[in-house]
């Protein structure tokens, strides 16, 4: 049962343009999610990460959304450079005290000079 | 920086074969994980650890013990290994439960293995 979904696994940008990735929940409990960034041969790295109090974070280029209603957010990288090029991770905790995260498949977001 | 190391990055190994995978983290961090990775799975977690000596298990524990003697080092132990466990799997480690930055979790650069 996959609670953390990202139902896009590809997307292309071209580079100055604004990337926006996808990620969907099932479980009404997560209360933290947070984005982590995967080059190849190397490990996921953090990126950003917002609280369920809380609508909108942002990071320099990188800002996430958060719809609890809609068990939905998104991740905005603008504008998007090549070195953007890798796979993005969301994740999700369940409650505070809890460490584990659930993470979804992955979205490889290409950017085109 | 903290520092998740990995030692090994690549190995091949025989169905039947015992596997083990070492991590080791700088910074005195409480919490270690084992996930692996798979194509259209993404990351799923194996085991955790949030002392020494004590483990849980993840959403996928069959096929896989672990074990941690030392804060710093946290072992992923494949008994017997089969060719489903062909994956990369990667080392994570976080502060701890209350720390500021919890569940940001510090991953290694990953250890691809292959069972033929």
Known sequence: DQQVKQNSPSLSVQEGRISILNCDYTNSM??????YKKYPAEG????ISISSIKDKNEDGRFTVFLNKSAKHLSL???????????????????DFGNEKLTFGTGTRLTIIP | DV??????????KRT????????????DHENMF????????????IYFSYDVKMKEKGDIPEGYSV????????????????????SMYL????????????NVLTFGAGSRLTVL
Not at chain 2, 3 to 12: D, E, I, M
């Open chain 2, 3 to 12: 520092k998740v190391t990995q030692s090994s990055r690549y190995l091949v």
């Open chain 2, 91 to 102: 080392c994570a480690s976080s502060l701890g439960q209350g720390a500021p930055g919890a």
């Open chain 1, 76 to 94: 905005h990288i603008v504008p998007s450079q090549p070195g953007d090029s890798a796979v993005y991770f969301c994740a999700a905790r369940v």
């Open chain 2, 34 to 45: 084992w996930y692996r990775q798979d194509p259209g799975l993404g990351l799923r977690l």
């Open chain 1, 30 to 35: 997560f209360d933290y999610f947070l984005w």
């Open chain 2, 67 to 86: 074990s941690r003697e030392k804060k710093e080092r946290f072992s992923l132990i494949l008994e017997s290994a089969s060719t489903n466990q062909t």
């Open chain 1, 44 to 47: 996921p790295t953090f990126l």
């Open chain 2, 16 to 27: 039947g074969e015992k596997v083990f995978l070492e991590c080791v983290q700088d910074m």
